[in-house]
C-alpha cells in the first residue's frame, strides 16, 4: 500500500504541476527505497548510543572508546539530550566520577564488539579517529548495528563537560556512507523510562531470576 502510494503520486496534479515548472520529463519515473527500521527501543536489552574512538581526556594513541549510551531508546533521544545516558567505558565512568554503570560493565560483549569494530576502521582502515553511531537489538553483538561513523568534531574542553555532537550530519567528512557491519559480514523498553531505573531493574536481580543470563 505504501509503496503503491508513493508511485501513484509521481501522476498527481501537484506533482505535474512541479514537474513543467523545474522541466523534468514524465518519463523518468520514481523509485521507492525500502529500507529496515532498526530499533533501539525494541526490548529492555536493546539501546543505542555514540561513541568517540579516542577518549578527549586521554593524550594516547589507539582506540579508546569514549561516548553515551542508553537503553530503551532511539537514536534521536541520546544525541537531542531526551534520556539521561550513561557511559560507554570503565575508565570514563571513572575519569568523570560517575555514579552509573558501563556499557562495558553492563553488556562487555557489546562492548568488546564495539571495540573490535573501532580498531577496524581506525588501525585496519587508516581511518582518523571516528564517532561512531549504534544500535543494537538485543544483548547478542550479532544484534549490533552501526548506523554511521565520521570523523571526530570534539572541542576540547573542561573536564565533565559535555561532548560536542555535530547538529548536522550531512557537515561531516563523509556524509551519507556510514561503515556497515553486520554479523559474518556484521558484525532497541520504552522509551519514557529512564535509563538508570531500568539498568536497575534488569542487572540487580539475583542471577537465577534473570532472563537476560548476564553476569556483573
Known amino acids: ?6 508511485f501513484d503520486s509521481w501522476s498527481s496534479q501537484r506533482a505535474e504541476v512541479y514537474r513543467e515548472h523545474m522541466q523534468i520529463a514524465d518519463e ?20 543505542t548510543g555514540v561513541v568517540f574512538t579516542q577518549n578527549p581526556n586521554r593524550e594516547r594513541q589507539g582506540v579508546h572508546l569514549f561516548g553515551d549510551f542508553t537503553l530503551c531508546s532511539q537514536g534521536e533521544d541520546i544525541v537531542g539530550g531526551l534520556v539521561n545516558a550513561l557511559p560507554i567505558s570503565e575508565t570514563q565512568r571513572k575519569q568523570l566520577q560517575l555514579d552509573r554503570q558501563s556499557l562495558q560493565s553492563l553488556l562487555p560483549d557489546m562492548y568488546k564488539r564495539i571495540h573490535q569494530i573501532a580498531q577496524d576502521i581506525v588501525e585496519n582502515h587508516g581511518y582518523p579517529p571516528q564517532e561512531i553511531e549504534f544500535t543494537f537489538e538485543s544483548e547478542n553483538p550479532d544484534d549490533l ?17 559535555p561532548l560536542h555532537y555535530p547538529t548536522r550530519p550531512d557537515e561531516s567528512g563523509r556524509p551519507g556512507n556510514g561503515y556497515r557491519w553486520r554479523s559474518h559480514e556484521r558484525h532497541p523498553c520504552l522509551r519514557h523510562e529512564r535509563s538508570e531505573r531500568i539498568c536497575q531493574k534488569i542487572f540487580q536481580q539475583k542471577p537465577d531470576s534473570r532472563s537476560s543470563g548476564y553476569r556483573t
Open 1 to 6: 500500500m505504501t509503496i503503491d502510494s508513493v
Open 145 to 161: 548495528y552501526i548506523l554511521q561513523t565520521r570523523d571526530m568534531d570534539i572541542k576540547k574542553t573542561e573536564k565533565n563537560t
Open 28 to 47: 523518468w519515473g520514481t523509485a521507492v527505497i525500502v529500507q529496515k527500521m532498526i530499533l533501539g527501543n525494541l526490548n529492555r536489552t536493546s539501546g
